[in-house]
């Protein structure tokens, strides 16, 4: 009982911590995007440009990604 207690608590702590931290991963994302878009907000486009790209560096497969993209590319006009 043991024996088959452990090969069921161990996969299913691993797979709870991972997706903890993929959920505080998007929260960083998140973050650093309202940053940029604050720093868009002070005029000071070429920090927003800077962590733009630092969010599609960290966090290239995040939903901010895209977004990070878009404004990159509008910053470049």
């Known amino acids: 009982?043991?024996?088959?207690?452990s090969t069921l608590i161990i996969p299913l702590l691993i797979i709870i911590?991972?997706?903890?931290?993929s959920s505080?991963?998007?929260?960083?994302?998140?973050?650093?995007?309202?940053?940029?878009?604050?720093?868009e907000?002070?005029?000071n486009r070429e920090h927003a440009r800077q962590l733009y790209g630092e969010l599609?560096?960290?966090y290239p497969g995040s939903e901010y990604?895209?977004?990070?993209?878009?404004?990159l590319a509008d910053l470049g006009k």
Not at 1 to 5: D, E, G, I, L
Request: aromatic share 8%; glycine share 2%.
């Open 1 to 5: 009982m043991k024996n088959r207690f």
């Open 17 to 21: 911590s991972l997706l903890t931290l």
């Open 24 to 39: 505080c991963a998007g929260d960083q994302a998140e973050e650093l995007f309202k940053t940029a878009q604050f720093e």
């Open 41 to 43: 907000l002070q005029n």
């Open 56 to 58: 599609l560096r960290k």
């Open 65 to 71: 990604a895209k977004k990070a993209e878009d404004r």
